[in-house]
């Protein structure tokens, strides 16, 4: 009997990947990249893109054009691939003259599955010619367009030289192409679709769920240093992000003189340094890199254990995106929000300096979006995904709402009384001004509008500003009051107010938890042994990559590592069956004498 077709595709991909099974979507993208079909995968990051357009690379006659738009990026993929044994090269303009045609000889031989490429490169004249010549021998097998959302100006990363894309489509209009981002907009998609010409392409849309990821959202106060250091110390490499360039520098600072390897990144800094301490990251010589946002974009670390925003992020799709950088490996990972109200407002004030007014708009709503985020109580990947336009079916279990519950109060009285002050105020007030008329302020705007006579006056002196602050942003969201904007926010009445005036409705709110959910979460339910053994393995990997100039994550990957400590192979062929990337040929001796002193120094036996 003949193997089924998904039989062999397991059988490739164990060959190639060292993997045991194929991630969500991958086959099917695979099968139809098989039977040349034109494609637009959306995967989140972390998803498996690029096994998507490697494995058919290896399995198809000819070669595969992967055009991707970051050198760092292409140069890993290239890296991990040559790693496996398999034919791989990139043609970019860091190469000398010679190296370059060396390469192209090899890709002519047909010694290359995938040939990695930079946009503008593809388009030259020279180019344009090579590729040509490459269709008869060895033949055109496909293009894969990594990071598609770059064609589209809707996207966040608009790269001109992308638009040109669409001349690959006049010139191999028979070549299938691939395009794949982790973009989630609609708008983004159908752009990709158009600019690229890609004709009746099978669309696959991946969940954006990341059940790995556990996300929480922390009050930012004083302690906030402390807990982030709590954290760092647990280990696995991270990414904090911060506003502004000198938050960052003083973060990095702080850290470092506390014994953490921490780097900064911004783009005050010049492209050298930038990319040193970039690499610096990637190979785990440095453990945290502490960052403004322009950092991570096509970083392909895999094993970001922790991803914390020590600022408020700009919109829900740039703090998933962000977010998205941790666990790529699939490894459990921790992504933190701090949240401060006082930042919100300066977040607030920034927006309404900006002279266009669509703009401001914008910016309010995507503002009002995230702290809607950051103050809700229900499971957070819900909230991100449903912004997405996916539902997840069931609440997660991992993020810090669904483990550990905000305590709820009964808070009708207060609402009552807050509102009825808005009421005496006239609807003509903000909830500035409501809370100083409740807490009896003596400031000067009172008195002139002779607030201090409202029998609403000083009656809620029992509560602090940050309580009544509370409550306030519970009512905005339920729509138990509305607030319209007349160049400054006022509070205006509806109808579900007067029911809770009536006492026809009960507010309860949410109050900020007094203990952090989660502690020394990200750590694996390894044994104790295990995580010594887990320690040395790391080391020793670090060992190998330094020997090669690589990444460790090139080596083997956090789960290999793990299966590694709980497993022991004790024969290469055992050691080979793990899943993970394991080429014995690459690996093997060197590795298993390496790894038979790992065992031994712990009395594990030899392998
Ligand atoms: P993306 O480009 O979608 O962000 P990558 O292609 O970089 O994601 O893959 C993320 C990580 O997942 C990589 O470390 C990759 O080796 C790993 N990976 C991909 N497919 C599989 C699989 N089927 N099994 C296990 N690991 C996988
Ligand atoms: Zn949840």
């Known amino acids: 009997?003949?193997?089924?077709?998904?039989?062999?595709?397991?059988?490739?991909?164990?060959?190639?990947?060292?993997?045991?099974?194929?991630?969500?979507?991958?086959?099917?993208?695979?099968?139809?990249?098989?039977?040349?079909?034109?494609?637009?995968?959306?995967?989140?990051?972390?998803?498996?893109?690029?096994?998507?357009?490697?494995?058919?690379?290896?399995?198809?006659?000819?070669?595969?054009?992967?055009?991707?738009?970051?050198?760092?990026?292409?140069?890993?993929?290239?890296?991990?691939?040559?790693?496996?044994?398999?034919?791989?090269?990139?043609?970019?303009?860091?190469?000398?003259?010679?190296?370059?045609?060396?390469?192209?000889?090899?890709?002519?031989?047909?010694?290359?599955?995938?040939?990695?490429?930079?946009?503008?490169?593809?388009?030259?004249?020279?180019?344009?010619?090579?590729?040509?010549?490459?269709?008869?021998?060895?033949?055109?097998?496909?293009?894969?367009?990594?990071?598609?959302?770059?064609?589209?100006?809707?996207?966040?990363?608009?790269?001109?030289?992308?638009?040109?894309?669409?001349?690959?489509?006049?010139?191999?209009?028979?070549?299938?192409?691939?395009?794949?981002?982790?973009?989630?907009?609609?708008?983004?998609?159908?752009d990709i679709i158009q600019q690229l010409s890609l004709k009746r392409p099978q669309?696959?849309?991946?969940?954006?769920?990341?059940?790995?990821?556990?996300?929480?959202?922390?009050?930012?106060?004083?302690?906030?240093?402390?807990?982030?250091?709590?954290?760092?110390?647990?280990?696995?490499?991270?990414?904090?992000?911060?506003?502004?360039?000198?938050?960052?520098?003083?973060?990095?600072?702080?850290?470092?003189?506390?014994?953490?390897?921490?780097?900064p990144y911004h783009a005050g800094m010049s492209d050298a340094d930038r990319s040193n301490n970039q690499t610096r990251f990637i190979r785990d010589d440095v453990q945290v890199m502490v960052a403004t946002i322009a950092f991570g974009m096509g970083i392909n670390k895999?094993?970001?254990?922790?991803?914390?925003?020590?600022?408020?992020?700009?919109?829900?799709?740039?703090?998933?995106?962000?977010?998205?950088?941790?666990?790529?490996?699939?490894?459990?990972?921790?992504?933190?929000?701090?949240?401060?109200?006082?930042?919100?407002?300066?977040?607030?004030?920034?927006?309404?300096?900006?002279?266009?007014?669509?703009?401001?708009?914008?910016?309010?709503?995507?503002?009002?979006?995230?702290?809607?985020?950051a103050d809700s109580t229900e499971c957070r990947p819900s909230i991100l995904l449903r912004y997405f336009g996916e539902t997840l079916g069931e609440p997660c279990q991992t993020c810090d709402n669904c483990r550990n519950p905000k305590p709820v109060e009964d808070w009708t009285v207060e609402a009552m009384k807050f509102l009825s002050c808005v009421a005496r105020c006239r609807e003509r007030f903000g909830v500035t001004h409501i809370i100083d008329v409740l807490r009896g302020s003596k400031k000067q705007k009172i008195k002139q509008y002779r607030h201090d006579r409202l029998s609403t006056y000083g009656i809620g002196k029992d509560r602090t500003v940050d309580q009544w602050r509370a409550l306030a942003r519970t009512l905005k969201h339920r729509g138990f009051v509305d607030e319209t904007d007349d160049g400054y926010p006022v509070l205006k009445l509806n109808a579900l107010s007067w029911e809770i005036m009536r006492q026809q409705r009960k507010v309860e709110v949410a109050l900020p938890r007094t203990v952090s959910a989660f502690e020394g979460d990200r750590r694996s339910p390894l044994a104790v042994e295990a995580e010594a053994l887990m320690f040395q393995l790391r080391a020793l990997r670090k060992q190998i990559a330094n020997e090669r100039s690589a990444a460790p994550y090139t080596i083997f990957p956090d789960s290999t590592l793990r299966l590694m400590a709980q497993q022991r192979p004790q024969t290469l062929a055992e050691f080979g069956q793990l899943s993970g990337r394991l080429n014995p040929t690459t690996y093997g001796p060197a590795t298993a004498a390496n790894l038979g002193g790992v065992w031994a120094t712990l009395g594990c036996g030899a392998l």
């Open 1 to 190: 009997m003949s193997a089924s077709p998904s039989d062999s595709l397991d059988r490739a991909l164990k060959q190639y990947f060292g993997y045991d099974r194929f991630r969500p979507g991958q086959q099917g993208i695979i099968q139809a990249s098989l039977q040349n079909q034109d494609q637009l995968v959306i995967m989140p990051t972390g998803g498996g893109k690029s096994l998507c357009f490697q494995l058919p690379a290896l399995l198809r006659p000819g070669v595969t054009v992967v055009v991707s738009p970051l050198i760092a990026l292409m140069q890993d993929q290239v890296d991990s691939l040559q790693a496996n044994g398999l034919g791989a090269t990139f043609l970019n303009s860091t190469l000398k003259g010679l190296e370059a045609r060396d390469r192209i000889q090899a890709v002519r031989q047909g010694n290359i599955k995938l040939l990695y490429v930079a946009p503008e490169r593809l388009l030259s004249e020279h180019f344009l010619e090579f590729l040509n010549q490459l269709r008869s021998q060895p033949g055109l097998s496909g293009f894969a367009i990594d990071e598609a959302h770059c064609v589209s100006e809707w996207g966040h990363d608009f790269r001109p030289e992308y638009r040109q894309l669409s001349r690959l489509r006049q010139y191999h209009p028979d070549v299938p192409v691939t395009a794949l981002t982790a973009t989630a907009t609609d708008r983004v998609r159908q």
């Open 302 to 373: 895999p094993d970001v254990r922790f991803v914390i925003h020590y600022d408020l992020p700009k919109t829900l799709e740039s703090y998933y995106q962000e977010t998205g950088r941790a666990g790529r490996d699939g490894e459990p990972a921790q992504c933190i929000l701090f949240l401060s109200y006082g930042d919100a407002s300066k977040v607030e004030w920034i927006i309404s300096q900006k002279a266009d007014e669509q703009e401001q708009r914008i910016a309010r709503q995507q503002l009002r979006q995230v702290i809607d985020y």
């Open 203 to 263: 669309v696959h849309i991946a969940s954006f769920y990341r059940p790995n990821l556990a996300y929480e959202v922390r009050p930012k106060g004083r302690d906030s240093y402390q807990q982030i250091y709590q954290l760092v110390r647990q280990g696995g490499a991270g990414i904090i992000y911060c506003l502004s360039r000198r938050q960052v520098d003083e973060l990095a600072d702080k850290l470092r003189q506390d014994g953490i390897e921490a780097l």
